[in-house]
């Protein structure tokens, strides 16, 4: 997932004499705009501390950690909990959503929505724990994303996502889902501690509208 999972620079300790000034400053609505998300076979809703210990297992791999902007390696659980802390209380992107399998409520990895500060562009991520990869998880969960995006926010008219340029997988869903290449560069990688190869895809709002059925994307 791009950009989704950063580590705290301060430590716990200051972090937990500041929770409580925070949370007055972060009341719950501002999550009302991060619905609940349901598709076929996913639940997509907002991190809980129940995730931390399938979080922290699913993201310390080397292959998910490499693969996305801002998530550290090793990961540990101290890691997870930071992440369901802060994405609770609004400090990473706009919507966080864990990714959970329907039939069973199983944490399978993250997504989210992150704004630009032009106000009419967002980014998306995303990431999935190895055991989910190559079954359309990923697929489901980008096409319910954007069909929020598009469906509850007025003011957004395009939307970005970016992947390695040896992501062949990820750049797979981009597609399928309809973004379409716009350029080439470079970002950060934590986990490397370097810059590493990037596309960059967009999709805008009228494409959205005449591929929504999703059934036009082979």
């Not at 310390?60 to 930071?82: G, Q």
């Not at 400090?91 to 997504?111: D, H, L, P, R, S």
């Not at 998306?124 to 954007?146: D, F, K, M, R, S």
């Not at 939307?159 to 750049?171: G, P, Q």
């Amino acid at each position: 997932m791009q950009g989704e999972l950063i580590r705290v620079d301060q430590s716990r300790s200051s972090r937990e004499d500041q929770r409580s000034s925070k949370e007055r400053l972060r009341p719950e609505r501002l999550r009302t705009d991060c619905p609940v998300l349901l598709s076929e076979r996913l639940v997509m809703r907002a991190p809980h501390e129940e995730d931390i210990d399938a979080l922290a297992h699913l993201a310390n791999n080397a292959k998910v950690a490499t693969m996305v902007s801002r998530m550290p390696h090793p990961y540990t659980a101290n890691d997870a909990a930071d992440f369901v802390w802060r994405s609770r209380n609004g400090e990473i992107g706009k919507c966080v959503y864990a990714i959970t399998k329907a039939e069973n409520g199983a944490f399978m990895g993250c997504c989210g929505v992150e704004p630009h500060t032009d106000g009419k562009t967002v980014e998306i991520g995303y990431w999935l724990g190895e055991p989910y990869w190559n079954q359309g998880y990923t697929t489901e969960a980008c096409h319910a994303l954007v069909d929020m995006v598009f469906r509850t926010r007025q003011d957004v008219d395009q939307i970005d996502a970016r992947c390695r340029v040896m992501n062949v997988a990820s750049r797979r869903v981009i597609q399928k889902c309809g973004f379409q290449f716009q350029g080439s560069g470079l970002a950060a990688s934590l986990a490397l501690g370097s810059n590493v190869p990037v596309e960059w895809y967009r999709l805008d709002r009228k494409t959205w509208m005449s591929l929504r059925s999703w059934g036009n994307i082979a």
